[in-house]
Structures are given as structure tokens and as C-alpha cells.
């Protein structure tokens, strides 16, 4: 008696796995161009004459007009701008990074009388519109004497109601018996939050930093509104000079725009594997 054996059936997942491949890559592409395509223009424009602004014919190739770039260096204190930026972006993000681990901490696994309340009330400010509170705050700053200060440009911007939201979505997400066996040992609260919650929050914690801190370098209309001298304001507002009752000096401003912008795309750049694991951790999970 001969035993027959059957050939192993193809895989159709395979087959179709294989075949996703190549679309996959062609639509990453055909989506970074999408995206790429504004900051090429602006490079583009950057490069060209005055005259070329707006033609269609000149969206393409640049005339390499260099010397739009030393004009727009020389129309503002660019490296006091840049100072202020990094200055106001740094504390506005290491504040609000405080606010959210510390309110996050309490909301996920303090229990207290009226937490959810509260919880409810910070959520609900992300309902109210910015530009409702625009004249309020400009009030409130004038009578404290905060305009045209870095105050007015960090302190109201030091709590992250998203950041907030984040973190103690992961905490609440912890197991409760970390902390009850670190309570036993006799560990403080604030020994609970430094010395474990803080490390398993880690995902959080680059996500808020990178949203706050691209948040705040790109900024204008709240310290456009804010401040009136250039040794405060930050870049974005120092685009500003290029607008003036003769029109708009677009290739200036696009120079401008060009050089404002290398530091940002560099810094996400450099952080956005931290990123991207971030983001994929916020699913839930502790992570060992």
C-alpha cells in the first residue's frame, strides 16, 4: 500500500503580502511628495526673482538667486529671534512636561473626592476655542504688566491639557500592584511617581515633549498679539518684517521661511523614531 502525500497548498497570505509590497512603497512616496511639495516651492520661490513669484513656469527649476538669502538674513536680528525661540520653546515644554506628569499622576491613580469632576474640567477646555480667550488673556497680561515679556510667552502655555490627558491615560493603564507593593515597602508617594511611574510613562513623555516644543518654535499669533520689541518676540513673528505698506517681499520671505524652518524639520528628524515608538505605545500596555 503506497501512501500518497498532497503538495502543500500555496499560501494566499503570502501571495498577497508579497504583492503589497510594491504598492505600499509606490503610495509612501506619491504621500511624501504630496507633503514635500509646499517646503519645495518655498525653496523654489526662495531662488528666484521677484518676477518669477507666481509664474507657473518657474515652479520647477530655481534661478539660484543667492542674494535673497543675505537680504533676508540682514532684515532681521535673526540670532536674537532664534535665542528667544529656543529660550520660550525649551521652559514652555519642561512646563508643561511638569504639569502633565504631576496632574496625570493624580488623575490616574490618586483617588480623591471630585477627581473625575476635575478630570472633566481640564477636558473640557480643549471645547473652548483659543481665539475666545485672545482679548480676556491680553487684559489679564496688561494688568500684571506681563506683555512684551517671555512670561506671557511660557507660564500660559505650561500646562498641556493633551499632555495631561496622556499621561494619565498610562498610568491609569499601569498595574495597581506596582504601587501597592511599593506603598508596603514604605515608599512615598512622590518616591511611587519618580522612581517608577515616570519610567513606564517614558512613550508620553517624548510625544508631549515634541508637541510642545514644535507648538511653541511655530507659534505667531499669540506672541505676535503678545509683544511689540524683537529682544523677545520669537522667529515666526520676526517673518513679520517682510510684509510693509509697498506689498510683500515674497522671495525674502521665502528665504526667511526656509532658514526658520531647517531647525525644526532637524529636531523632528533627529527624535522621530522616539516618536513613532511613542505614539505606537499610547495603544496601552506596559512595556518591559
Same mark, same amino acid.
Given at each position: 500500500?503506497?501512501?500518497t502525500?498532497?503538495?502543500?497548498?500555496v499560501?494566499?497570505?503570502?501571495?498577497?503580502?508579497?504583492g503589497?509590497?510594491p504598492?505600499?512603497?509606490?503610495l509612501?512616496v506619491?504621500?511624501?511628495l504630496?507633503?514635500?511639495l509646499?517646503f519645495y516651492?518655498?525653496?523654489?520661490?526662495s531662488?528666484n526673482?521677484a518676477?518669477?513669484?507666481g509664474?507657473?513656469?518657474q515652479?520647477?527649476?530655481?534661478?539660484?538667486?543667492?542674494d535673497?538669502?543675505s537680504?533676508?538674513?540682514k532684515?532681521?536680528?535673526?540670532l536674537? /529671534?532664534?535665542?528667544?525661540t529656543?529660550? &520660550?520653546?525649551?521652559c514652555?515644554?519642561a @512646563? !508643561?512636561?511638569a504639569? %502633565?506628569?504631576?496632574?496625570?499622576?493624580?488623575?490616574?491613580?490618586m483617588r480623591?473626592r471630585?477627581?473625575?469632576?476635575?478630570f472633566?474640567l481640564v477636558?473640557?477646555?480643549?471645547?473652548i476655542?483659543?481665539?475666545?480667550l485672545i482679548i480676556?488673556?491680553?487684559?489679564?497680561a496688561?494688568?500684571?504688566?506681563w506683555?512684551?515679556?517671555?512670561?506671557i510667552?511660557i507660564?500660559p502655555?505650561?500646562?498641556s491639557v493633551?499632555?495631561i490627558f496622556?499621561?494619565?491615560q498610562?498610568f491609569?493603564?499601569l498595574p495597581?500592584?506596582l504601587?501597592d507593593a511599593?506603598?508596603?515597602?514604605g515608599?512615598?508617594r512622590?518616591?511611587m511617581?519618580?522612581s517608577?511611574?515616570v519610567? /513606564?510613562?517614558r512613550p508620553a513623555?517624548? &510625544?508631549?515633549?515634541i508637541n510642545?516644543? @514644535? !507648538?511653541?518654535?511655530? %507659534?505667531f499669533l499669540?506672541?505676535?498679539?503678545?509683544t511689540s520689541d524683537?529682544?523677545?518676540?520669537?522667529?515666526?513673528?520676526?517673518?513679520?518684517a517682510f510684509?510693509g505698506a509697498?506689498g510683500?517681499?515674497?522671495t525674502?520671505?521665502?528665504a526667511?521661511?526656509v532658514?526658520?524652518?531647517?531647525?525644526?524639520?532637524a529636531?523632528?528628524?533627529?527624535l522621530q523614531?522616539?516618536?513613532?515608538t511613542?505614539a505606537?505605545?499610547?495603544a496601552?500596555g506596559v512595556?518591559?
Amino acid at each position: 500500500m503506497s501512501i500518497t502525500t498532497r503538495p502543500a497548498p500555496v499560501r494566499r497570505t503570502t501571495v498577497r503580502r508579497a504583492g503589497r509590497g510594491p504598492l505600499r512603497r509606490v503610495l509612501i512616496v506619491v504621500v511624501s511628495l504630496v507633503f514635500l511639495l509646499p517646503f519645495y516651492y518655498v525653496l523654489v520661490s526662495s531662488l528666484n526673482r521677484a518676477n518669477d513669484v507666481g509664474s507657473i513656469g518657474q515652479i520647477l527649476l530655481p534661478h539660484w538667486h543667492f542674494d535673497n538669502y543675505s537680504r533676508a538674513w540682514k532684515s532681521a536680528p535673526w540670532l536674537r /529671534l532664534f535665542g528667544n525661540t529656543l529660550l &520660550i520653546a525649551v521652559c514652555t515644554a519642561a @512646563l !508643561a512636561l511638569a504639569t %502633565s506628569l504631576l496632574a496625570g499622576f493624580a488623575f490616574g491613580l490618586m483617588r480623591f473626592r471630585g477627581r473625575n469632576v476635575l478630570f472633566g474640567l481640564v477636558m473640557a477646555v480643549m471645547m473652548i476655542p483659543a481665539t475666545v480667550l485672545i482679548i480676556p488673556d491680553y487684559i489679564i497680561a496688561t494688568d500684571i504688566h506681563w506683555l512684551n515679556t517671555y512670561w506671557i510667552q511660557i507660564v500660559p502655555w505650561g500646562a498641556s491639557v493633551f499632555g495631561i490627558f496622556l499621561v494619565r491615560q498610562f498610568f491609569a493603564g499601569l498595574p495597581e500592584e506596582l504601587f501597592d507593593a511599593a506603598e508596603l515597602d514604605g515608599a512615598s508617594r512622590f518616591r511611587m511617581f519618580w522612581s517608577i511611574g515616570v519610567p /513606564l510613562v517614558r512613550p508620553a513623555i517624548v &510625544i508631549i515633549i515634541i508637541n510642545v516644543f @514644535l !507648538a511653541t518654535w511655530n %507659534s505667531f499669533l499669540w506672541p505676535f498679539l503678545m509683544t511689540s520689541d524683537q529682544s523677545v518676540q520669537p522667529v515666526e513673528v520676526g517673518l513679520a518684517a517682510f510684509y510693509g505698506a509697498e506689498g510683500t517681499d515674497y522671495t525674502g520671505l521665502s528665504a526667511a521661511v526656509v532658514f526658520t524652518t531647517l531647525p525644526v524639520l532637524a529636531f523632528f528628524l533627529a527624535l522621530q523614531r522616539h516618536f513613532i515608538t511613542g505614539a505606537m505605545s499610547t495603544a496601552g500596555g506596559v512595556r518591559g
